[in-house]
């Protein structure tokens, strides 16, 4: 006989308790997904059967995370700024961490015809967020990689953000002429040989999204040397980055001659977002 939703849980709970910090919380969200119903299912039908295929569905679920295999890559699906994204293996999973660069670039003094780029852009998340958020805004969402860029036109169709255009593009390469009033970055800043790389969900990601040259800042140092000729008078650079390279940050950006140079730290109370005005 096949357990009910409580004890399945219970169970998915228990196998997964010596290899996940969350283990209760993953085995809930794997089966949602797999039943395709929203949370509060599991308070009103705590006592409902599996059928054999939920049950199965859920067991082989349950290995992979075992694995190791981010909960994301499994269901193919991640929340951020309370929109459904599509999420695979070609780019980094969104971060609730980033949700302070939104915040942060939804409170700078912009026309309301804003002309915004996102470099990166991977799932789409932050262009997509704040498409949400502006639908005046005119924004431009780049990445290199092209399975992410297919990505992100995915969840840019899906969610129906008209405002967000998804362009293949190495950071500012296919962007001649363009000027911007906001540019927003969540690049690759980890140092090659960090050991974070080699534990938990982050082994699942490329190191294309994650991994930086130059003590992870290469990327960060192109990007800020390349956006003056992209950024209007006044236009603002936001970059999310480690929350031990602040200072490197701000000193690149003083050194380019940025003004208004700050750090925000993001709901963990760590240094994540550092940003510029161009004068
Ligand atoms: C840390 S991930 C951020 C993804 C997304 N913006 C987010 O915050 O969830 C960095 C992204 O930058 C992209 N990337 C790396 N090098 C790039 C380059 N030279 N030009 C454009 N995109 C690049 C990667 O493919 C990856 O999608």
């Not at 929340?79 to 915040?103: A, C, G, H, K």
């Amino acid at each position: 006989m096949t357990p009910s939703v409580e004890n399945a849980i219970a169970a998915g709970a228990d196998l997964l308790a010596s290899s996940s910090e969350s283990a209760k919380l993953d085995a809930q969200v794997l089966l949602l997904n797999i039943l395709q119903k929203p949370r509060s299912y599991l308070f009103t039908w705590p006592e409902k059967q599996l059928t054999d295929e939920q049950y199965q569905a859920f067991q082989c679920a349950c290995e992979r995370r075992l694995q190791g295999e981010p909960v994301s890559h499994i269901t193919g699906c991640r929340e951020f700024w309370s929109l459904q994204f599509e999420v695979n293996p070609t780019t980094l999973i969104p971060r609730p961490d980033t949700e302070t660069l939104v915040e942060l670039a939804l409170e700078c003094k912009v026309p309301k015809n804003a002309k915004v780029l996102d470099l990166g852009t991977g799932t789409g998340a932050i262009a997509l967020a704040l498409g949400s958020e502006m639908p005046s805004w005119d924004i431009i969402a780049v990445d290199r990689i092209d399975d992410a860029v297919a990505l992100a036109k995915r969840n840019q169709e899906r969610l129906a953000i008209n405002n967000v255009t998804v362009e293949q593009s190495n950071w500012f390469s296919a962007l001649k002429n363009k000027k911007f009033d906001l540019i927003v970055t969540n690049p690759p800043y980890i140092e090659h040989d960090d050991v974070h790389l080699h534990q938990g969900d982050v082994r699942f990601e490329p190191l294309s999204a994650l991994v930086a040259d130059d003590a992870g800042l290469a990327d960060i140092k192109q990007i800020i040397t390349q956006s003056r000729d992209y950024l209007l008078s006044s236009g603002y650079l936001l970059i999310e980055h480690g929350f031990e390279q602040s200072a490197a940050v701000r000193h690149i950006l003083n050194k380019m001659a940025f003004i208004n140079v700050s750090t925000v730290k993001d709901l963990g109370n760590n240094d994540r977002v550092t940003f510029g005005q161009w004068p």
